[in-house]
C-alpha cells in the first residue's frame, strides 16, 4: 500500500530529527533571537550608499536571448531568485518579485534591493521566457503568492504554459491559491527528496532530470503547518546527444552529513546555487541557514566544479552587515587558497556562464 504525500512527509521529518547537526529551536531560544534581533532594517545604510556599494547591474538580454548550448548561463535575479539557462530550458529558482517578504504587503521585510527585472520582461519576450518554476519551500522569501500567480498568469495571457517543480505537500497549495498555475497547459508536479522528474526538450534530442535533493531546512507557511510540506534543493541534469549539464539549486539549508551523499551520488555539479546569508545569531540560525564558511564547505562536499552565492543581499532577515557575507566568502576562499573565481558573489542583474 503506497503512502500518502503527508504520510511520505512525516518520513522525511522524522528522518531530519534524527541528524546529529540538526536541533530544534526551544520557545525560549525563539524568544531570545527574535529579541537579539530587534529590527533588521536598521542596520541597512541609506539607498544613495547602497546604490554606491553594491549597485543593480543592468541585465544583459542579448546573453539571455542566446544563451550556450553547452553550458549553465545563470542570471542573479535576488535573493534565491535565479533564473537558469541550461540544455534550451529557461528555469527560474525560488521566484520572489514582491516589495516583501511576507504574508502581507503592508508589513514584513522590505527589499532594500530590487528585482534585477519584472516578471514582465522575461515572460512576455518571444526570445525568452520561462519553462519550469522550481520553488523549494513554502518560506514567503522562497514562495511568494504574488509572483507565483503572476507568472501562471502570464503564461496562460502568453500561450507559453510553464511547469512548476515543488517540494511535496505544495501541490495541494497550489490548486487552491493558484489555479492558474493548473490550467491551459501550465501543470504542477511535486518531488519528495531522491525522486527524479523528466522533462523532454522541444527539439526531441534533450532531456532535463529534476531531482528532489535533500537538505537540513523546515517548512511552515502560517504557524499552524509546521511541517506538513517538504523542503528540498534541486539537482537538475541536462542530457544531449553531446554533452550532460548538471546545476544544484539548494534551497535553504543547514550544513549537514548527509551533503557527503549528496555530492557522492548526485555530483559532481557544473555549478551550485548555494546560500550564503541570513546566518546571524549563529546560536540560532546555524541549523537552518550556511554561512558563508559553512557554504564553501559545501561547494566542496557536494563537488560543485563552480558555485554561485544566493540567499543575501536583498531582504533584511537577520542581523549580519548586508555586505559582510560576501566580504566573509572572499575571506575563506582565500585563507583556504581556493579561486575566488569558482564561487564569486554577483550584482544583483549580472549573468555567469560556467
Known amino acids: 500500500m503506497s503512502m500518502s504525500v503527508s504520510e511520505k512527509v512525516a518520513k522525511r521529518v522524522a528522518e531530519r530529527n534524527t541528524w546529529a547537526t540538526y536541533s530544534e529551536p526551544t520557545v525560549r531560544m525563539v524568544c531570545k533571537m527574535l529579541w537579539s534581533l530587534g529590527n533588521p532594517s536598521s542596520g541597512i545604510p541609506s539607498q544613495e550608499e547602497i546604490d554606491k556599494i553594491f549597485p543593480i547591474a543592468k541585465v544583459n538580454w542579448d546573453l539571455l536571448r542566446n544563451p550556450s548550448e553547452d553550458k549553465i548561463q545563470s542570471t ?4 534565491a531568485s535565479v533564473f537558469v539557462q541550461m540544455a534550451g530550458f529557461n528555469i527560474i529558482t525560488d521566484p520572489v518579485f514582491s516589495k516583501r517578504c511576507s504574508a502581507f504587503q503592508f508589513a514584513g521585510p522590505e ?3 530590487d528585482p534585477a527585472c519584472k516578471i514582465q520582461d522575461i515572460c512576455v519576450n518571444e526570445s525568452v521566457g520561462i519553462d519550469i518554476i522550481l520553488v523549494s519551500h513554502n518560506h514567503y522569501d522562497h514562495l511568494d503568492y504574488n509572483s507565483v500567480r503572476e507568472l501562471a498568469a502570464t503564461a ?10 515543488v517540494a511535496l505537500g505544495l501541490k495541494k497549495w497550489f490548486a487552491h491559491y493558484v489555479p492558474d498555475s493548473m490550467q491551459e497547459g501550465n501543470k504542477v508536479d511535486e518531488i519528495d527528496w531522491h525522486e527524479t522528474y523528466t522533462i523532454a526538450g522541444k527539439d526531441g534530442n534533450t532531456s532535463l532530470e529534476i531531482t528532489g535533493i535533500p537538505m537540513q531546512h523546515w517548512s ?3 504557524g499552524f503547518d509546521k511541517d506538513k510540506s517538504l523542503w528540498c534543493g534541486f539537482g537538475v541534469k541536462s542530457r544531449t546527444s553531446t554533452k550532460s549539464l548538471n546545476f544544484l539549486f539548494s534551497g535553504d ?3 549537514f552529513d548527509g551533503l557527503n551523499d549528496v555530492g557522492e551520488r548526485y555530483g559532481p555539479f557544473d555549478l551550485a546555487a548555494i546560500p550564503i546569508g541570513a546566518y546571524a545569531p549563529r546560536w540560532f540560525m546555524k541549523p537552518m541557514h550556511t554561512n558563508p564558511e559553512d557554504a564553501v564547505k559545501m561547494m566542496d562536499t557536494v563537488k560543485a566544479i563552480k558555485a554561485f552565492p544566493i540567499h543575501w543581499g536583498t531582504f533584511p532577515l537577520t542581523v549580519e552587515p548586508i555586505l559582510e557575507p560576501r566580504e566573509r566568502l572572499e575571506e575563506e576562499m582565500d ?10 558573489a554577483s550584482l544583483i542583474g549580472e549573468t555567469t556562464t560556467s
Not at 585563507?335 to 564569486?344: C, I, Q, V
Open 76 to 79: 542573479w535575479i535576488g535573493h
Open 111 to 113: 527589499r532594500y534591493r
Open 156 to 165: 496562460i495571457k502568453t500561450k507559453r504554459p510553464v511547469h512548476f517543480i
Open 220 to 222: 511552515n507557511r502560517n
Open 253 to 255: 539549508t543547514g550544513l
Open 335 to 344: 585563507a583556504l587558497g581556493k579561486d575566488r573565481s569558482t564561487f564569486l
